[in-house]
């Protein structure tokens, strides 16, 4: 009897559209063809999907109310996303199609287009993905200036003298020290630092931020180590410099 040969995990996509009929056709479309595809509305939606999990290619329509494709596609990598993107716009111009790609889009579909097409591109977008290794695991020790964060016993030293944390500010921490250097949306941040998503309305993780940075004895007004990038979130700078 042969033994049975195990099946390759399905890809795994995510859809950013605003247009509904699309979404639901698209899902069930790529479903039926072996992917596994979440869809959300736009860029606020998304953030959060991708702060939980992996994907291996995103699907970004130009045309969103608010933040367009375009402009997603750039901060994405800008904040070092290497997940293949493939545009969906009514745009089909040259230029409009050079723009996209210049940005660091993968391919440009214009619509209409045919599902099957689709399909095609995503294979041929996969197939040249790049072979990767296995993520880095979490670092267990993080030093920045005088401090150590020791993400095992959850310690916080200053020039070895342990600094008391509560549970918040210790959870904040870890997100942020444990990406160095990388822009994350408020969004992303609530979710690695308190697993729930952020109600535009709410402040509170502004205010945690704010008591993290007097704890580490950063500048309220030209804080270094957890710098604000304006209109997004926050980045951890370990040496201080100013990001771009």
């Known amino acids: 009897m042969k033994a049975a040969t195990a099946r390759p995990l399905p890809h795994k996509l995510l859809l950013v559209d605003d247009d509904a009929r699309l979404r639901k056709s698209l899902t069930r479309y790529l479903a039926e063809e072996g992917y ?19 994907y ?5 329509d130009v045309m969103m109310p608010g933040e367009d494709g375009l402009s997603v596609c750039k901060r994405l ?3 070092g996303n290497e997940t293949p993107v493939i545009m969906l716009t009514a745009k089909g111009g040259d230029v409009d199609r050079i723009l996209g790609l210049e940005l660091g889009a993968d391919d440009y579909v214009v619509k209409p287009f045919n599902p099957r097409e689709l399909l095609a591109r995503i294979h041929a977008v996969l197939r040249r993905k790049p072979v990767t290794s296995k993520p880095a695991a979490e670092p267990r020790i993080v030093s920045f200036g005088p401090f150590t964060l020791n993400i095992e016993t959850r310690a916080l030293t ?7 944390l509560t549970a918040t500010e210790y ?17 992303q941040l609530s979710q690695l630092a308190r697993g729930k998503e952020l109600d535009a309305a709410d402040r509170s993780l502004d205010v945690q931020v704010s008591r993290l940075r007097k704890l580490l004895g950063d500048e309220a007004t030209r804080p270094r180590l957890i710098q604000t ?6 980045a951890f700078v370990p040496d201080g410099q100013p990001i771009r």
């Open 77 to 79: 990598r800008a904040g």
């Open 171 to 187: 959870s904040l921490l870890r997100a942020l020290a444990t990406h160095p250097g990388q822009p994350l949306s408020r969004e």
């Open 36 to 54: 596994e595809v979440d869809a959300v509305s736009g860029s606020a939606q998304m953030e959060r999907e991708i702060a939980k999990q992996a």
């Open 158 to 164: 200053r020039e070895g003298q342990l600094v008391a």
């Open 56 to 60: 291996d290619l995103l699907l970004l």
């Open 229 to 234: 990038v304006w209109g997004y979130g926050y």
